[in-house]
């Protein structure tokens, strides 16, 4: 599809992004259900060398207006936190929600998945970034925006 994009239009805005999440829990992302399970001290298992990048909602927001208004044309990757995996991801918001639930680390190959997945699944952002001059948070940052809630 970005093949045909590119061949068939002159300006065009192709945005690449892995997971995104939001801080609302009531929405059915990947990160409010970590949080719903953790908090509710349900054992989970997540791989350790499964690596992803997730973007924040509203920085995605943010990222496509800046984009727009710039009147970007060609390619872009998005991300809003650096490479992590799901089991430091879960251990993290552990941790920070002070759960006692169990967090079990397996490879992504053992999770017996319909649809195959990479390993890195992470995306260099460096064109964004030194454009736009963003310096990405860490995870920590967005956890806190789930506590005020």
Do not use: W
Not at 42 to 48: G, V
Not at 67 to 78: A, P, V, Y
């Amino acid at each position: 599809m970005e093949d045909f994009i590119r061949k068939n239009f002159k300006k065009y805005m192709i945005l690449r992004f892995s997971k995104i999440f939001s801080n609302d829990l009531k929405k059915k992302d990947f990160m409010s259900d970590m949080i719903f399970n953790i908090e509710n001290n349900n054992s989970a298992t997540f791989a350790e060398d499964e690596f992803f990048s997730p973007l924040y909602l509203k920085d995605l927001k943010k990222y496509i207006y800046k984009l727009i208004k710039k009147e970007f044309i060609g390619t872009m990757h998005l991300s809003s936190v650096n490479k992590i995996s799901r089991y430091r991801l879960a251990l993290k918001i552990k941790s920070f929600k002070k759960s006692k639930c169990k967090i079990i680390k397996t490879k992504i190959n053992s999770l017996n998945l319909i649809a195959k997945r990479g390993k890195d699944c992470t995306l260099n952002t460096n064109k964004y970034d030194k454009q736009f001059s963003i310096k990405k948070k860490t995870i920590n940052f967005y956890l806190n925006n789930y506590e005020k809630k």
